[in-house]
Structures are given as C-alpha cells and as structure tokens.
C-alpha cells in the first residue's frame, strides 16, 4: 500500500515557476513507476510527466516537453515536478499517482494509487 501527499502548488503568473512534491508512505515506494496528471475544470485529467523506479528513463506528454522536469529522491521517497514557462493553460490540479509496473504509461487506468492533488493557477 501507499499513500500519497502533493504540495507545492498556489498561484503564479505566467511565466513563472513552481515546483510540486509528492511524499510517499510505504518502504517499497521506491520500485513504483510514478507520474503526474493534471486535470482542468471541465476537462479530462490527462498524462503530465512520468518517471521509472530508479529515474532512469522518463516520459512527458508534448505539451511539457522543455518546461516540465520529473525527478524522483528515492532516499526521501519524493517526487518533484519541475514546472518552468508556465502558461495560463497549465492551470489545473495536479495529481501525483504510482504504480507497480514498469511500464511509463500515460494512462489513468495503469496507475493504482493516487494523491488527494495541488492547484495549480496561472494568471495571465
């Protein structure tokens, strides 16, 4: 089982950055592909960032490609989302989630466990 907690979010203007934590309970959260969603009002939640269990390889959805960066400190059972040249339509909650497999997906449906999320609002 584990359990996990984002922070990091609040409210900023475009152009600025933020960077969101995910804490993880759990010993063995360090073997987890872990990623970020995000979803927007009156929008489906979508893929963000993922990343492997030892942050050897990663994934992004295009929309974040050269803004966005996934890190993992397994020694913190932490994970970071890095958010650079945010954009107005980046506004949304994001939603730090884990998975056992170790597959990057982008698919809701392969992630088992999801944290509770962080606003993220961006003023133009």
């Known amino acids: 089982q584990v359990q996990l907690v984002e922070s990091g979010g609040g409210l900023v203007q475009a152009g600025g950055s933020l960077r969101l934590s995910c804490a993880a309970s759990g010993r063995t959260f360090s073997r987890y592909v872990t990623g970020w969603f995000r979803q927007a009002p009156g929008k489906e939640r979508e893929f963000v960032a993922a990343?492997?269990?030892?942050?050897?390889?990663?994934r992004y959805a295009d929309f974040v490609k050269g803004r966005f960066t996934i890190s993992r400190d397994n020694a913190k059972n932490t994970v970071y989302l890095q958010m650079e040249s945010l954009k107005p339509e980046d506004t949304a909650v994001y939603y730090c989630a884990a998975h056992q497999g170790v597959a990057l997906s982008s698919g809701r449906n392969e992630y088992d466990y999801w944290g509770q999320g962080t606003q993220v609002t961006v003023s133009s």
């Open positions: 990343i492997t269990w030892s942050g050897g390889r990663r």
